[in-house]
């Protein structure tokens, strides 16, 4: 196995999960589409074990590069669109379908990091309802558990939430959410 050079293989490190998380996918849809056994890809991410070319190279070709412009790294990432079509390209003229994952609706918890974070919703506190009706709206995206998902994001420190009455008497309470830090 050809291992890369610490200062590439950072390099490449954050390539890859800036492409992943341009198109909100979770690491085992990665891994699924470059071939890689479960949960190779998040320990490479995370840096917890060494990897190789060959490794590397399955998840570089997932996205649609080979590797002379993968490796230029003077280069700008390419935008969601291109890079879905730069995927969707390369994956029909190698007669492979694993593009087809950039089409499917996103995992919550990636929408609320890569993008929600990114918006002014969390800028104030706001409820469940108002966060699903900006889902729909903004992207077209509907979740079966919204409160599920919130619920994560305060786990994962990302979100901070609240209890509130619907009216001063009532004993009745819901969650609000607000970005972690904004108190």
């Avoid at 994001?153 to 009216?167: F, N, P």
Wanted: proline share 2%.
């Amino acid at each position: 196995m050809r291992i890369l050079s610490k200062e590439i293989n950072s390099k490449t490190i954050k390539k890859l999960e800036d492409l992943r998380n341009t198109l909100l996918l979770n690491y085992s849809e990665v891994e699924d589409g470059s071939g890689l056994k479960k949960g190779t890809y998040s320990k490479i991410a995370r840096e917890l074990v060494s990897s190789g070319l060959e490794t590397i190279g399955a998840i570089i070709l997932f996205f649609g590069f080979e590797y002379h412009e993968f490796f230029d790294f003077s280069k700008p990432l390419p935008s969601e669109a291109a890079l879905k079509k730069r995927m969707e390209r390369f994956h029909k003229a190698h007669g492979s379908t694993a593009y087809e994952v950039i089409y499917k609706q996103p995992e919550l918890s990636e929408v609320i990091e890569h993008r929600l974070l990114h918006t002014s919703l969390f800028d104030n506190w706001v409820n469940v309802e108002t966060i699903s009706a900006y889902l729909k709206t903004s992207y077209g995206y509907e979740y079966g558990n919204v409160s599920a998902g919130l619920l994560g994001a305060v786990k994962s420190q990302l979100l901070i939430s609240r209890k509130k009455r619907s009216t001063p008497d009532s004993k009745s309470r819901y969650n609000e959410y607000k970005r972690y830090g904004e108190g």
